[in-house]
């Protein structure tokens, strides 16, 4: 079967504008999580969804930040108010269950102008 | 926050080399995993240790743990070009509600392996 796959692969957008950032987790995962990387750094923790439910929030740095998974399988992380400072890229992983390991997708690169 | 430290920060080789690289972390661990990035794209995972592990391999891989020292190395033997990547450890801590997926990465090895 396919891996994770995200879209868009790039995404520019001006500052203040809202974004929407979408992943397709492996078939049958039921973990699903979001990483954030920034250049010449290793990518940091946003959240982590057991099936529908946010099981782990802690690393979304504001209240401009927001994710979903309503049906358990594809996810969206939302972007409010976008600022400069969110460019990076964007992960996703999923594994089967949460004591098995997570496969990332490709990622988004995001670019606020 | 990122957990800890590797090292060193870039490695440049000849192919056939061996390439080894090390990570430092802070917290008590349940495992840990290195995972390799090519061209700041997707991560591929290459192997998980478990804290009560020391040693495991996987093909031209092998990993060590130590725990007392809070670190681990990550050896590739007889390298090739297509090893040429950015490479992570990354940690998940020893908790409740552990997810092998929720992991604390360092900032990375970029190995470069010249043919």
């Known amino acids: 079967g396919a891996g994770v796959s995200q879209t868009p692969s790039n995404k520019v957008t001006e500052k203040g504008k809202y974004v929407e950032l979408r992943c397709d987790p492996i078939s049958g995962h039921t973990a699903l999580y979001w990483y954030r990387q920034s250049l010449g750094q290793g990518p940091e923790f946003l959240i982590y969804f057991q099936g529908t439910g946010a099981a782990d929030d802690s690393g979304l740095p504001n209240d401009r930040f927001f994710a979903v998974r309503p049906e358990g399988s594809v996810s969206t992380l939302k972007i409010q108010r976008t600022e400069r400072g969110d460019s990076a890229m964007y992960l996703c992983?999923?594994?089967?269950?949460?004591?098995?390991?997570?496969?990332f997708g490709q990622g988004t690169r995001l670019t606020v102008v | 926050s990122q957990q800890g430290e590797e090292d060193p920060q870039a490695l440049s080789i000849q192919e056939g080399e061996n390439a080894t690289m090390n990570c430092s972390y802070k917290t008590s661990i349940n495992n840990l995993q290195w995972y390799r990035q090519n061209s700041g794209r997707g991560l591929v995972h290459l192997i998980l240790i478990r804290s009560n592990e020391r040693e495991k391999h996987s093909g031209r891989l092998r990993v060590t743990l130590d725990t007392s020292k809070k670190s681990s190395s990550l050896l590739i033997t007889a390298s090739r070009a297509a090893d040429t990547a950015s490479y992570f450890c990354?940690?998940?801590?020893?908790?409740?509600?552990?997810?092998?997926?929720?992991?604390?990465f360092g900032q990375g090895t970029i190995l470069t392996v010249h043919p």
């Open positions: 990354a940690t998940v801590p020893n908790a409740g509600g552990t997810s092998y997926g929720k992991l604390t």
């Open positions: 992983a999923s594994s089967h269950d949460r004591y098995t390991e997570a496969f």
